[in-house]
T-cell receptor, first 115, second 113 residues
Framework: AQKVTQAQTEISVVEKEDVTLDCVYE???????LFWYKQPPSGELVFLIR??????QNEISGRYSWNFQKSTSSFNFTITASQVVDSAVYFC????????????FGTGTSLTVIP | DAGVIQSPRHEVTEMGQEVTLRCKPI?????LFWYRQTMMRGLELLIY????????DSGMPEDRFSAKMPNASFSTLKIQPSEPRDSAVYFC???????????FGSGTRLTVV
């Protein structure tokens, strides 16, 4: 079974629009961590955020914000006022304390921001 | 810090040849991971090390793949013999504690013809 589901395969938005990338996870552990990574066209994987299971506070970093809701097992990522440089593939990932330190990556959402 | 350093960036080789990918993790990181990324299968964990010891190699596709970490600052992933289906981007990542987030290298794009 897929532990991390990113149902949106591809999204296109026009510059300056807001966009939300969905991430749903599945775990039985009480201690776990959630992550978002960005993979721009150049190919590298860039760490964006880490959130542990005991901290449901939403986080904002500039134009980026993350909404963590344990009740729905979701960790969604919103980009406000999108820019062309935001075009990339975004991966959500889960790490469970009880299964060692392996990350489970979602299949990624490809975001295209049209100028 | 220079980050995680992988070499080579690109590798083109003929089927049947041996390929060796190299990785230098961030100094002080106790965990090192090898991932493979393809369009069909996404990001797959191949193997990871903790303090130079292989912990989980269940993702290694078959006996043609082997990985070593002779010291804290160097790891290799070897494919022998290589096959066209091994064509992918191979990422190395390191982590301080394992659950604190990875730092990825730039990847090695392998093409086996």
């Amino acid at each position: 079974a897929q532990k991390v589901t990113q149902a949106q395969t591809e999204i296109s938005v026009v510059e300056k629009e807001d966009v939300t990338l969905d991430c749903v996870y599945e775990t039985r552990d009480t201690t776990y961590y959630l992550f978002w990574y960005k993979q721009p066209p150049s190919g590298e994987l860039v760490f964006l955020i880490r959130r542990n299971s005991f901290d449901e506070q939403n986080e904002i970093s500039g134009r980026y914000s993350w909404n963590f809701q344990k009740s729905t097992s979701s960790f969604n990522f919103t980009i406000t006022a999108s820019q062309v440089v935001d075009s990339a593939v975004y991966f959500c990932a889960l790490s469970e304390r009880n299964t060692g330190n392996q990350f489970y990556f979602g299949t990624g959402t490809s975001l295209t921001v049209i100028p | 810090d220079a980050g995680v350093i992988q070499s080579p960036r690109h590798e083109v080789t003929e089927m049947g040849q041996e390929v060796t990918l190299r990785c230098k993790p961030i100094s002080g990181h106790d965990y090192l991971f090898w991932y493979r990324q393809t369009m069909m299968r996404g990001l797959e964990l191949l193997i990871y090390f903790n303090n130079n010891v292989p912990i989980d190699d269940s993702g290694m596709p078959e006996d043609r793949f082997s990985a070593k970490m002779p010291n804290a600052s160097f790891s290799t992933l070897k494919i022998q013999p290589s096959e066209p289906r091994d064509s992918a981007v191979y990422f190395c990542a390191s982590s301080l504690r394992g659950d604190d987030g990875y730092t990825f290298g730039s990847g090695t794009r392998l093409t086996v013809v």
